[in-house]
């Protein structure tokens, strides 16, 4: 149950438009500053994974660790987001090349992030999300067609 709690909430973030995702969650304490993403870290993001596992999503909620992984990768997701936008507009691609419905959930990201040895695990998080999503979506090689 904890774990699907986390995959909708992940999900969630990825479905809804850029600025939405942006957007403080009211029932987050005010004391709280979203994570401008820079600086967490794979370690910083599960380690607040793991409040949600230990705490549930509505006592986890209260937890400065949780709040600051999930604001930090859904600014991560957005950025993202824009930039595989702009790509596209462009003509190119950037370094994955998921389609117009990529999904992505914690139940591929979390275990990816823990397949990474432990001194890696002090990498930015925006970097390890895209060696995700540049694992789940490949772009084809120059000449092959999709």
């Not at 904890?2 to 939405?20: K, V």
């Not at 006592?59 to 991560?76: K, M, T």
């Not at 990529?102 to 823990?114: C, G, M, N, Q, Y």
Request: one cysteine or more; a neutral charge; aromatic letters at 4%.
């Amino acid at each position: 149950m904890r774990r699907l709690a986390g995959a909708a909430l992940l999900l969630a973030m990825f479905a809804c438009p850029p600025a939405l995702a942006q957007t403080p969650s009211r029932d987050l304490p005010p004391s709280i500053e979203p994570d401008h993403s820079a600086s967490l870290t794979v370690e910083d993001f599960l380690r607040g994974a793991q409040v949600l596992g230990e705490l549930g999503p509505e006592r986890a909620e209260q937890n400065a660790d949780y709040v600051a992984a999930i604001r930090g990768l859904a600014l991560i997701g957005d950025n993202y987001r824009t930039d595989v936008l702009k790509a596209r507009a462009a003509g190119t691609t950037i370094d994955s090349c998921p389609g117009k419905s990529a999904k992505i959930t914690t139940d591929t990201l979390i275990p990816f992030l823990l397949r990474l040895p432990p001194e890696q695990r002090t990498m930015p998080m925006e970097q390890a999300f895209r060696l995700h999503m540049r694992e789940l979506y490949p772009c084809p090689a120059k000449g092959a067609t999709r």
